[in-house]
């Protein structure tokens, strides 16, 4: 039988609900499939758009947060943040632009009929770098593009989905912390049992973004 999964992002002056809506729903609808032919073995993929634990940059590993019988949290250490540049081939604390860290992520679930409802709220810190203003009483806005994406056990990827967190400074503000509310409908096997979801959380990074984080 096939069934849909539904994603939406919840956020406070966020307009990334919107904005993906319709590419939500074609994406995720295809994980209903997937799970029904059996999800360890799925090859269904999709176009991409292309803890409570704090995370630190010098990790070596992916950071793996489990909250109770959620599917694990995955985010990569080299992901976890996005910094913007004057000049993004030459980066440094003097032309930092502004800067985005996920810091956190919790996660709640429950078993609703043949679903498995999945809360995750990710918590964000921003900072203004020397080169955010052109003038003293300048509101700097940015948005920063990160992606959900939903695997099997087998890190099978069945669907990816692309968001952004909109941050907005006061002028007299040069640092802010905001969170996200992303929900998951997530369909169970036949048998009710979960078919081993993971989740994976990170920015999406140019060449340079990558290579910058990797530095640090």
């Known amino acids: 039988m096939i069934r849909n999964i539904l994603l939406i992002g919840l956020a406070a002056g966020s307009l990334s609900a919107c904005q993906t809506w319709n590419g939500l729903k074609q994406d995720f609808g ?23 634990t704090p995370m630190k940059q010098e990790d070596k590993a992916s950071i793996v947060i489990n ?19 004057y000049d ?9 632009v502004s800067s985005l860290k996920l810091t956190d992520t919790t996660s709640e679930c ?22 955010a203003k052109r003038k003293t009483n300048d509101r700097p806005f940015f948005a920063y593009p990160y992606f959900v994406a939903v695997t099997d056990k087998q890190d099978e990827e069945l669907a990816k989905e692309l968001f952004a967190a909109s941050v907005t400074y006061d002028k007299d503000q ?3 912390e905001l969170v996200e509310t992303i929900r998951q ?25 990558l290579f910058y984080n990797a530095s640090q």
Do not use: H
């Open 88 to 96: 993004m081939a030459k980066p440094s604390k003097s032309s930092e």
């Open 185 to 209: 409908r997530l369909p169970l096997n036949d048998d009710g049992s979960n078919p081993g979801y993971q989740i994976k959380i990170g920015f999406q990074l140019s060449e340079e973004q």
């Open 174 to 176: 040069e640092r802010i």
């Open 110 to 131: 429950k078993i609703d009929n043949d679903y498995l409802d999945v809360k995750i709220q990710l918590s964000f810190a921003g900072a203004l770098g020397p080169k």
């Open 30 to 52: 295809t994980l209903g499939t997937a799970v029904g032919n059996g999800a360890s073995t799925a090859k269904s993929k999709i176009n991409t758009i292309t803890s409570p």
């Open 67 to 85: 909250d109770n019988d959620c599917p694990p949290v995955i985010v990569d250490p080299q992901l976890s943040s996005m910094s913007e540049f």
